[in-house]
């Protein structure tokens, strides 16, 4: 039988299980609830458990190299990893990222998340920019953030966080991401009609959405 990896008690009513990134298995369940009940319920549930866990195995197997740092992703595209000499800065190749060869072995991985964090800079806020223009929406502000679960964020004054790895992601799925937050400035809620905003600027927002669970490997990535 199946074990769960963790459970969380609080005053809900019903169970619920969840699959998350590393394969781990969280039980959602009622304070009073008794083990005996929920493992009766992991049970019934095994088949999709096992499903669920072999999908994200695989997706993990699948990228070993990138989160092993043998490939680095930009854009949708895979990079591998190359030391030059006669280069001062990190420059992007046609299939390669190449390093500088007197960079410090050591401050490889530093430099690599350096290099990410400035493309990502001018390749977000162009974007924000751009649909927020299409969208006659006004935001407060927009920052890059180090989050390990988000994409990004709108809070209630509109202010835009967004994670830096969004640049290892495909051009539509960024889009997506980013039509998602500015949308909040008119809906803040994940009500019928926030998607119908998101779907007048992106019809294929659906596609999108399954795309980017495709990549949520990703957030595991520099730590």
Known sequence: MVEPDLIVRSYRRSL?????KDGKLIVHAPKKLSLKEIYKYIEEK??????????????????????????????????KLVFLNGIKKIELGSSEIAIPN???KDQIL???????????????SERVEYFA??????YASISLNNSKSKWGTCDSRRNIKLNFRLVMLPHK??????????????EFNHSKNFYKIISTI???????????????????LFR
């Open 16 to 20: 619920c299980l969840s699959i998350n």
């Open 46 to 79: 095994e088949k999709w458990i096992k499903t669920k866990q072999n999908e994200i195995q695989e997706k993990l197997k699948i990228n070993v190299d990138v989160l092993s740092y043998k490939e680095f992703l930009f854009l949708g595209k895979k990079y």
């Open 102 to 104: 007197k960079i410090d």
């Open 110 to 124: 530093q430099k690599i998340k350096q290099w990410y964090i400035s493309n990502a800079k001018k390749i977000l």
């Open 133 to 138: 223009n299409l969208m006659q929406l006004d």
């Open 173 to 186: 799925v960024i889009d997506y991401v980013i039509i998602h937050e500015l949308s909040h400035i008119i």
């Open 202 to 220: 992106m019809p294929s927002y659906k596609l999108q959405q399954k795309i980017i669970k495709e990549y949520d490997y990703v957030l595991r």
